[in-house]
């Protein structure tokens, strides 16, 4: 049990679905994180939620959409993906200190067909 | 953030002590050190992380040089579960809008073999 919680582990959708990815976190922390781990290549922040309000976006196509109700939820909505966004997608969150650690979740298994 | 340059792949054997080295000789004075692992399958995991002094928790040991340039996380008796990439990270914690950039490298795949 990480803290955070993401589901579904694992889905597969084709290039037309639309779907979305759910993270909660039970930290009391403030702030959450979107980020993707494709095959053999680093982590890569995707966005960051501050208080509910984005402060950071990554130059993400806007076939990701994300959306943050509230400090312990965080979702990822998907449309029109492509193949190669195909990856595993890492939810993460912390208090809202600069340097304070990030905590993850063990992310959604994305395969675009 | 500076980068950070770590060996792809090392070996240890269990019950010993894993010592996971990091250059990171670019650090600035308000950059501090984070080490984080990522076991098959799961997400990245927090170890420790330091500015300038040892530090130790119960999880592993960080001991950074005098000039910083350089750091090594200690594992004091390794297990099998310790098997995974560690990566070594430099961050500016500032505050402000620093939080959550975290520039993960290619790290260490650890190995601990029986």
């Known amino acids: 049990e990480t803290g955070v919680t993401q589901t579904p582990r694992h889905l597969v959708m084709g290039m037309t679905n639309k779907k979305s990815l759910k993270c909660e976190q039970h930290?009391?922390?403030?702030?959450m994180y979107w980020y993707k781990q494709s095959a053999k290549k680093p982590l890569e922040l995707m966005f960051v939620?501050?208080?509910?309000?984005?402060?950071e976006n990554n130059s993400v196509p806007s076939r990701f959409s994300p959306e943050c109700p509230n400090s312990s939820h965080l979702f990822l909505h998907l449309h029109t993906l492509q193949p190669e966004d195909s990856a595993l997608y890492l939810c993460?969150?912390?208090?809202?200190?600069?340097?304070?650690?990030?905590?993850f979740g063990n992310g959604t298994r994305l395969t675009v067909t | 953030d500076a980068k950070t340059t770590q060996p792809p792949s090392m070996d240890c054997a269990e019950g010993r002590a894993a010592n996971l080295p990091c250059n990171h000789s670019?650090?600035?004075?308000?950059?501090?050190v984070y080490w984080y692992r990522q076991i098959h399958s799961q997400g990245p995991q927090y170890i420790i992380h330091?500015?300038?002094n040892n530090e130790t928790n119960e999880m592993a040991s960080l001991i950074i040089t005098e000039d910083r340039k350089s750091s090594t996380l200690i594992l004091p008796h390794a297990t099998l579960r310790d098997t995974a990439v560690y990566y070594c990270?430099?961050?500016?914690?500032?505050?402000?809008?620093?939080?959550?950039?975290?520039?993960f490298g290619q790290g260490t795949i650890l190995t601990v073999h029986p």
């Open positions: 330091g500015l300038k």
């Open positions: 990270i430099v961050r500016v914690v500032a505050g402000g809008t620093s939080y959550g950039k975290l520039t």
């Open positions: 939620y501050n208080f509910k309000e984005q402060t």
């Open positions: 930290l009391g922390h403030n702030a």
């Open positions: 670019t650090i600035s004075g308000n950059e501090y």
């Open positions: 993460a969150s912390s208090r809202s200190s600069g340097g304070s650690p990030l905590h």
